[in-house]
Structure formats: C-alpha cells, structure tokens
C-alpha cells in the first residue's frame, strides 16, 4: 500500500504544480532525461523529449488557468519497479472571465528511481461522445 500511496502523490504534485503553472516543478514529476512522451486531448498534442513536453504544458498555461484537478474513478497497477496508473478525472479551469471544467481519462505510466516514482508518459483522452453506452464503436444509424 505504501507504494500505491506513493504513485498517487505523484498525481497530486502534478496537479498542484499544473494549477500553479510552475512548469520546473511539473517536469520534475517526470524522469530525467529525454526519454519522456506525452499524449493530449488535442490532434497536435503527440510528442516525446522534454522540449516538446514542456511546450505543451506552456501552450496549455497560456490558453487557461486550471483551478483543481477532481479525481473520480482510479486504478493502480504497480510491477515491481513500474507502475500504470489509470484514472478519470475533471479538470476545473478559468479561461478569461469563463469557468469551465473538462472531463478527462488519463493513463500515467511510472518507474521507479531510487525511492521515488517519476514519470515517463502521460495520456490524456475525451470520451467518445457520439458512442453510445454499450457500444464499441461510435456507430450512425
């Protein structure tokens, strides 16, 4: 439990360093290095390397400003030094005078250096909205 506890801190550091747009303390969520990806809820937002990752968390912080990060429903899986967190999420964000809040599904792939979990990828989804409940596909009649 103790490590379980642990990969969950990291989602807490993460989203108290994302609301605080503290973009040196959101990167040292993930490893060193340059072996880090990251996917997004946008069509642009595929990358890998700490430049490209970074430059989507300064896109994002430029275009809103998130205020909480609610987490909902959450899975852990941890194999001895690597974890995969499975989560959904929403996200409270101010973007000029509207309030918003975005729902999320994230995976959240981890290793574990030394005593601490960091992160190597982040994957970010929507939900399908035009597929039905009990379909597997997002079918037209």
Known sequence: MIDQNAVLATLEEYADAYCAKDLQRLMAVFVDG???????????ELCSGRKAVASVFERNFRDATATQFEW?????????????VATTLNIHLEIGDEK???PVRWTVSLVKKG?????VHRHASSAAGS???????PVES
């Open 100 to 102: 918003l809040m975005v």
């Open 115 to 119: 005593v601490e979990w960091k992160w």
């Open 131 to 137: 597929q039905e409940e009990g379909s597997a596909y």
């Open 72 to 84: 909902q429903w959450q899975d852990v899986a941890i194999h001895k030094d690597a974890a995969t």
């Open 34 to 44: 340059e072996s880090i990806s990251l996917i997004g809820t946008g069509a642009d």
